[in-house]
């Protein structure tokens, strides 16, 4: 009996928190260092958010180990909503497979609050290069096999996304390994690569100023920012898709009244016209998905990313 009255003061106690969540601040942790896209879209979500909820939301950079030590801090801490995850598609579902030993598992130790927004790749190559979309870039690549070069940081999204564009098309390409997407960029201005799978705000700064040339865009549909340019899939390789993306956890088991209000809250912030125009601005693609849909995408997302993983052999010590 005093079992049972003891359960039914703790559900009764959580319940009460949840109703009135929050009481004080909400930190929202980014797994990356400042500065980045990761950080940025935090920021623009962290204030109005705050506003929404009536208690500050605080930005906590925990960088390192590609996002994994953010992302097991944050998993580890108390289920009550005052710990939340900036997760981006690396630590939330490329990391499971690429290294060998994780602290946490993206499906089972987080509850998904929103999907908030992508990042396409774009395709572009030294201006140089006889290849002006991606179906001349095909037939170039399968003429030249092994010849031509791209770069990528090894292991992230972009790395990956431009093995599973190898893969789709049947194309033999060398993978030359950087320690960041910047001199990535700046040895494909300088021609020392031909190609690289480059992020929308890294980009398009080199191609507006005719330094890079740009040749499809790595997400299912067009972009409004960039509708000139054709996606990957309707340039001869169907079915391909391929982005960064970002979005809000809590610890696994956070009450659902919690979660559910802060999915209300964040898609209202997300909906908000200013947020909107900031996100444009710094070419970020609003891609609101509920807690459901978000975790359904995540799981897909693994499994998807694992299978290129197991097809190049890649890990990360």
């Known amino acids: 009996m005093l079992r049972l009255m003891f359960v039914i003061t703790l559900i009764a106690t959580g319940l009460a928190h949840a109703q009135n969540y929050p009481v004080k601040t909400v930190r929202l942790v980014v797994p990356?260092?400042?500065?980045?896209?990761?950080?940025?879209?935090?920021?623009?979500?962290?204030?109005?958010?705050?506003?929404?909820?009536?208690?500050?939301?605080?930005?906590?950079?925990?960088?390192?180990?590609?996002?994994?030590?953010?992302?097991?801090?944050?998993?580890?801490?108390?289920?009550?909503?005052?710990?939340?995850?900036?997760?981006?598609?690396?630590?939330?579902?490329i990391n499971v497979s690429i290294y060998p030993k994780i602290g946490y598992h993206p499906a089972r130790d987080f509850a998904p609050v929103l999907l908030a927004a992508s990042a396409p790749f774009v395709v572009v190559v030294h201006p140089a290069l006889p290849a002006n979309n991606v179906r001349q870039l095909i037939a170039l690549v399968k003429a030249r096999p092994g010849q031509l070069n791209y770069g990528a940081v090894p292991g992230n999204a972009a790395h990956l996304a431009t093995e599973?564009?190898?893969?789709?098309?049947?194309?033999?390409?060398?993978?030359?390994?950087?320690?960041?997407?910047?001199?990535?960029?700046?040895?494909?201005?300088?021609?020392?690569?031909?190609?690289?799978?480059a992020s929308t705000p890294g980009a398009m700064p080199f191609g507006k100023a005719g330094r890079l040339k740009a040749l499809a865009i790595s997400s299912a549909k067009r972009i409004a920012k960039l509708p000139e340019?054709?996606?990957?899939?309707?340039?001869?390789?169907?079915?391909?898709?391929?982005?960064?993306?970002?979005?809000?956890?809590?610890?696994?088991?956070?009450?659902?009244?919690?979660?559910?209000?802060?999915?209300?809250?964040?898609?209202?912030?997300?909906?908000?016209?200013a947020t909107l125009d900031k996100m444009d601005t710094n070419d970020f693609v609003p891609t609101l998905m509920n807690p459901e849909q978000f975790g359904a995408f995540v799981r897909s997302e693994i499994e998807k990313w694992g299978k290129v993983v197991k097809a190049i052999d890649a890990k990360i010590d």
Do not use: C
């Not at 194309?171 to 001199?183: E, R, S």
């Not at 391929?242 to 956070?254: D, L, M, N, Q």
């Open 164 to 197: 599973l564009f190898k893969s789709n098309a049947k194309l033999d390409m060398v993978f030359v390994p950087y320690k960041g997407a910047a001199p990535a960029n700046t040895d494909l201005v300088a021609g020392q690569i031909q190609l690289s799978f």
């Open 229 to 273: 340019l054709q996606t990957i899939s309707e340039s001869g390789v169907p079915g391909y898709e391929a982005s960064v993306w970002y979005g809000i956890a809590a610890p696994a088991k956070t009450p659902p009244e919690i979660v559910a209000r802060l999915y209300k809250e964040g898609a209202a912030v997300l909906q908000d016209r």
């Open 32 to 93: 990356l260092v400042a500065g980045g896209p990761t950080d940025l879209l935090a920021r623009l979500i962290a204030q109005p958010l705050g506003e929404r909820l009536g208690q500050q939301v605080i930005v906590d950079n925990r960088p390192g180990a590609g996002g994994n030590i953010g992302a097991e801090m944050v998993a580890r801490s108390p289920a009550d909503g005052y710990t939340l995850f900036m997760g981006t598609s690396g630590p939330m579902s």
